[in-house]
């Protein structure tokens, strides 16, 4: 009874894997032509970086440069537009903040998100907010709506553990001496260890670790698993959200911090008290280096290479498809987070759900999908063997156990591969710290064990302040 | 043997039945007046029967193939009888002829079934016993199909699947009578092959009933359809009984001609007449006009805004004869501007101000409409009125839908406005709501425009008292993060509807 489908287009987009592995393979670079003298040089333009460069403003400090090797910057908050509506091509939203993590505040108050401690309504995720495909039907919440006293159960366990006040964002800033043992244990040996059986809770904690970590369950510190329940007291019902995801929160540090694109770092030596970082065209001589790549990229660039922090890192396949028009729904209105029950991915996300339009014929879809299952060896290698066809037929296999009729609304499917998108914070990851280096500032949120907004702010921060500290002898108010 | 022939009276004389109030029913759903259609469509139907059983004294030869052929077709047409007439009311200009012959058809080939089978049983009983018996059968089956009827076909199966269902004993009673005589059959073999294809083509029909009721916009408007069309934006319907009109947008009542002027002189004059030299009047929703009709009865107002989702409503409204003389050709005024977008995106992208607001959105059924029912909306629609303009909201009933209600207030008031709430009873919708809102205090008009149908100054101070069960309850305020009136509504809908 099908009708002949038109053909469903696209592409892999942004692919630098070639330029990364370069890095890898200790490929020879040219040497820069030219010199510049800069007290501070940022490596790498995602959020930690960006916010390094906005805290260096606000202690008035202008004199830094911060490089990114792609063309744009944003990192794991890339964004991108067509002509339905911006899109993200990583992380989308960013909780609303308590009342003590005055840090994201400070920033979300210079964007104007919030207003004489008010926030506009307008950013704030619109109803409905999320709805889950489960047993044949759209339910209205992610968690399912079963063995209820499980849940209880579950929720009642976090309540205690939140009660220690040692689940904070950011990690960093509190003792964990009561939770630490959690730290032990992976989140499923936790689950057993507590008695949670049931199947549609085990799921939804699996989901959850895919969702912030990219990891299984069985692979996730147990601590991080439950400081994705604990460690948010939002004052208002959110997340906040954008068309573009946190591309929004990018472009806003954009329009405030320098950015030189497309210039990649490939070498960093130390030379007594300086440091003379290499791009292709410039070497810079700078007194303090804040390192915001991935972590696991320093050995290859920076000479000698330092101690660094170990980090597991997942593997991540973000689709964007354009939708031409919306699947048919029964009883249901589609939602801003759309999960499917028992699927390997984590559903789509509507990109253009932020609209104040009451009808929107076509839309875009960001699909989010972190390879958990396997070893990230093999996802990685997987990631680069498969063609786009392959994840296409995938993609468009799981969203067709809620949506029959998707390949008849979907026009185009980009498809963005990651082969290290994330830190993973697997069993011991709380403990482990990074050796310290005189004038060498790490910032990616891969310090702190996982990727959220939060923390690559947090080490943003930490390391602009560091890097203050070591040129003035004390951080300037 | 006889038992099992008179239990074959008792199921077809229930058949019978069926089908005589699925016309009766269907009749009083889609033409109102059950009273007449009840009436004459079981006057037809006997009398048909009267012409079946005048009919059967020709039929001769091979009288149980016949029997089981009249099964068959009494199977077919009755079984589709409710989808045959509820597809005719959708497609064809006279439903009555359709309702009429499908009515003398059934009674006709129902009329038939006793006769021939008394004489295929007259040489097994004696004649007192045979008539006492298939008459006993005959009242029982009739007995059980009027209970069953009310109580559980119609209610659960509904009326398209309960003719069906019926349809398929027919059929099974004649394919089961090719079995009972089969000894005296010549041609058993063609008649089962036929009575099992009719069974086939029945079942079909129980699967995909569905089709048949959308198809056919189901039962839900009691009044005959006029103009039906699916637009980008809704579904819109339009009925007459008599001079009444109605319009449906997917599927909700928006107005009834007899009694809209009470809704829309109280929608806009409570309101416009508090703002003395209004001149820029905004019109949110309101595609048909009428609100625009009222606000023409203020010279002083220069320009009037419309700003409706559906291209296809305003035209509807500007062209169509019937709906511009109920409009008084509101839409063709000069003083207008019709523009059609999403109001909410509208607001948000034009700098315009106004005097003056009205906002007739339908009702929050859904997360979509709802937002036009935010804290974000009406801020955003304060920003476009004057310092010391108004708006005025449709508010859904304070009585049927009274959280929504006063969750409507609560959102208004969490806006930074200042809320009026008034209430009237329009027939066709039953007590209604709206609201005026401003930042500067509401001082009620001391004069109206001339006119006037329904409001005067006596009554106004009265719409602006609510008695006691429709006093304010507690509601949250609805956000664009939160739509808290999506859920106030559905149940309190939920509560009132069957």
Known sequence: ?477 | MNLLLFLSVLLIASCGLIYELVAGTLASYLLGDSVFQFSTIIGSYLFAMGIGSFLSRFLNRGLIARFIEIELMVGLVGGFSSSILFLAFAYTQDFRIALYLVVVLVGVLVGLEIPLLMRILEDRLKFRELVAHVLTFDYLGALAASIAFPLVLVPHLGMVRSAILFGMINAAVALWSTWLFRHELESAMRLRIVSVLVLAALTGGMVRADLIAAAADNNLYADRVIFSKDTRYQHIVLTRFKEDVRLFLSSHLQFSSRDEYRYHEALVHPGLSAVPGARHVLVLGGGDGLAVREILKYPAVESITLVDLDPEMTHLFSTNPMLTQLNEKSLLSPKLHVINADAFVWLDQHPDMFDFAVVDFPDPTNFSLGKLFTTAFYRLLAKHISAHGLMVVQSTSPLFARQSYWCIAETLKQAGLRVYPYHVYVPSFGEWGYMIAGTEPYQQPTTLPTGLRFLTLQVLPDMFKFPADMQPVAAEANRLNDQVLVRYYERDWNEISR
């Open chain 1, 1 to 477: 009874m099908r009708s002949a489908a038109k053909p469903i287009t696209g592409i892999f987009v942004n692919d630098d894997f070639a330029r990364a592995h370069q890095l890898r393979d200790r490929a020879r670079f040219a040497s820069p032509k030219r010199q510049e003298k800069v007290p501070v040089v940022i490596v790498g333009g995602g959020v930690s970086g960006l916010c390094a460069g906005w805290r260096l403003q606000k202690r008035g400090m202008k004199d830094f440069v911060l490089l990114e090797m792609e063309a744009r910057a944003g990192g794991n908050s890339r964004s991108g537009q067509n002509e339905v509506s911006a899109f993200p091509w990583g992380a989308h939203y960013v909780p609303v903040p308590s009342r003590k993590n005055t840090l994201v505040r400070e920033i979300f108050e210079d964007f104007g998100l919030v207003r004489d401690g008010v926030w506009d309504e307008r950013n704030l995720c619109f109803s409905p907010q999320e709805r889950l495909f489960v047993n044949g039907r759209w339910q209205e919440e992610i968690e399912p709506a079963y063995d209820p006293d499980q849940f209880q159960r579950f929720g009642a366990r976090m309540k205690e553990l939140r009660a220690t006040g040692e689940f904070t964002i950011p990690v960093a800033e509190t003792a964990h001496t009561k939770t630490v043992g959690m730290d032990g244990m992976s989140m499923a040996e936790w689950m057993q260890r507590e008695k949670f059986t049931s199947p549609y809770l085990n799921w939804y904690i699996d989901y959850a670790c895919r969702d912030d970590y990219g990891s299984l369950a069985r692979d996730t510190s147990a601590w991080a698993g439950a400081h994705y329940f604990c460690s948010r007291d939002p004052e208002e019902k959110g997340p906040l959200t954008w068309p573009e995801g946190n591309g929004w929160l990018v472009k806003q540090l954009l329009a405030r911090v320098p950015v030189r694109t497309g210039e990649m770092v490939h070498r960093i030596v130390r030379e007594g008290k300086r440091w003379k970082v290499a791009s292709a065209d410039v070497e810079y001589v700078t007194d303090a280096v804040i390192f915001a790549a991935p972590t696991f990229l320093a050995p290859y660039v920076i000479d000698p290479a330092p101690p660094i922090l170990h980090r597991e890192y997942s593997p991540w396949l973000t689709a964007n498809l354009t939708m031409d028009r919306l699947p048919k729904e029964d009883d249901s209105e589609l939602a801003w987070d759309n999960v499917i029950y028992d699927s390997p991915a984590l559903g789509y996300v509507v990109a253009n759900h932020q609209t104040l339009a009451t009808h929107i014929e076509r839309s875009v879809w960001t699909f989010y999908w972190s390879l958990a299952e396997m070893q990230p060896k093999t996802a990685r290698q997987l990631l680069l063997d498969k063609d786009w066809t392959f994840w296409k037929e995938a993609i468009l296999n799981d969203l067709s156990k809620a949506h029959p009729d998707i390949r008849d609304c979907v026009s185009r499917i980009d498809i963005m591969r990651f082969g290290h998108a994330m830190a993973r914070p697997v069993p011991g990851f709380l403990t482990t710290r990074q050796p310290s280096t005189e004038g060498l500032y790490f910032a990616n949120s891969d310090q702190s064990g996982y990727s959220i907004f939060e923390e690559a702010q947090y080490r943003g921060v930490r390391a602009a302040d560091d890097s203050l500290l070591h040129l003035h002898g004390r951080v300037s108010r």
